[in-house]
């Protein structure tokens, strides 16, 4: 009976936090820690995660959080945005191009909300880092999926960044 008014209890206060505006993703605060603009550590870390046929690399924790990242920049990186002066006018596109690659490939629903996605494989990638075991199956991940579409965007933005060079920060952590 107790364990059932936690988890209630648990409910309730995710029920009453507040939510990002629609359409707006963050990062979680130790998701590039000392990093000062997390736009462009999620882009340098997605553009090398990928080899030439779209397969991730690394460990499934840094695959995990690659497709957090990818997540992320889908909804962060558009031509309206002022600080990004340097995106390639194809960019966004390719990313939603990209996330139905991904999420096809990975088992993630087409609808659901980008910032649950960032949520659940960062967390994912925090559990594989500590404990070796994830909170969701990343058994599709694990099998190294080919995605090229996926590998081509996160190539070209991190195109966008190496022709940026210095300059002011592009992003937001939450």
């Known amino acids: 009976m107790r364990m059932k008014a936690f988890l209630t209890l648990l409910l309730l206060a995710g029920a009453c936090a507040p939510l990002p505006p629609e359409n707006v993703v963050y990062l979680p605060s130790d998701a590039v820690p000392g990093a000062g603009d997390p736009t462009r550590s999620a882009i ?61 490939a990975l088992g993630i629903p087409a609808n659901a909300p980008p910032q649950l996605v960032v949520n659940q494989y960062f967390g994912a990638s925090r559990s594989l880092e500590a404990t070796g075991t994830s909170p969701i199956s990343l058994a599709a991940l694990e099998a190294r999926p080919v995605m090229p579409a996926t590998a081509a965007a996160a190539a070209l933005a991190g195109e966008a960044v190496r022709s940026r060079g210095a300059g002011a920060p592009v992003g937001s952590v939450r």
Do not use: K
């Open 44 to 104: 340098t870390s997605v553009a090398g995660g990928f080899d030439v046929l779209g397969r991730p690399r690394g460990s499934l924790a840094d695959a995990a959080r690659n497709i957090a990242f990818l997540e992320y920049l889908t909804e962060n990186t558009s031509m309206n945005n002022p600080v990004l002066d340097n995106t390639p006018v194809n960019l966004p596109l390719q990313l939603r191009t990209a996330r139905q690659e991904w999420r096809g």
